[in-house]
């Protein structure tokens, strides 16, 4: 099996800590490379409703990380 690589993994990580990234934004990302992954390893894409699944776990995500940070 080939390996790949999506992003930086080092460059991840500081980002995460200058942001503050949240646990819960950290297992979403890492949950949904894991997807890609797959994806790329069987040849395939993403039905609409994991599109839309994913969608909505963004904003939730988005809205989450906002009220962490004290925004409106």
Do not use: A, F
């Not at 500081?14 to 490379?33: A, F, G, Q, S, T």
Request: charge should be positive; aromatic fraction near 6%.
């Amino acid at each position: 099996m080939v390996r790949k690589r999506l992003l930086d993994v080092e460059e991840y990580e500081r980002h995460k800590r200058k942001m503050n990234y949240p646990d819960d934004l950290d297992y979403i990302l890492k949950e949904h490379v894991k997807i890609l992954v797959d994806w790329i390893n069987n040849e395939r894409g993403p039905s609409r409703s994991l599109c839309q699944h994913l969608v909505q776990t963004l904003r939730r995500t988005k809205e989450s990380v906002k009220l962490s940070e004290g925004q409106d």
